[in-house]
């Protein structure tokens, strides 16, 4: 795999989409130049970003795209989620699937107000997200299959 150093560490490159470099740990979890192994964890109580991520390169190299452009620090308020997650596990319990986040296609992003907020849609539309939610305090933008969609919380 090839390499690439960065202020004395060494990264492996997993791969490169629409400009974004996904780098991979030894271990082969993927991150990006803004986003941390451990933002992109599971943050629930029993993985308490602990375990690793199964987030996948192409939704993760939009998402660095969209920070990127953004131009904007933050951290995600959610990237993947176990099954077992509080949010995942509603959705399982009313017979449907565990829902993007668990598929490691989505991400949500915190805003504050309405012109970051369309922003980040503006963003997300550019990068061919599929599903849009728009919240108070955050956009969840994700790369689904199926129809795409809009909804709010
Ligand atoms: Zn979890």
């Avoid at 012109?115 to 849609?121: D, H, T």
Wanted: charge should be positive.
């Amino acid at each position: 795999m090839e390499t690439i150093t960065i202020n004395g560490k060494t990264h492996l490159i997993h791969s490169l989409h629409d400009d974004a470099v996904v780098f991979q740990t030894e271990d082969g979890e993927l991150y990006t130049e803004h986003f941390s192994v451990n933002e992109l964890r599971c943050k629930c109580a029993k993985c308490m970003k602990q375990k690793p991520h199964k987030m996948q390169p192409e939704a993760l190299a939009k998402m660095e795209g969209i920070r990127f452009r953004m131009n904007r620090a933050f951290s995600p308020t959610s990237a993947y989620r176990c099954a077992e997650h509080p949010e995942e596990a509603k959705k399982v319990k009313k017979g449907k699937e565990p829902g993007q986040h668990n598929k490691g296609v989505a991400m949500d992003i915190p805003v504050y107000g309405g012109a970051q907020r369309y922003q980040v849609v503006q963003e997300a539309i550019k990068a061919g997200a599929r599903g849009i939610g728009v919240a108070n305090s955050f956009v969840h933008i994700d790369w689904r299959e199926g129809e795409p969609m809009s909804w709010k919380y």
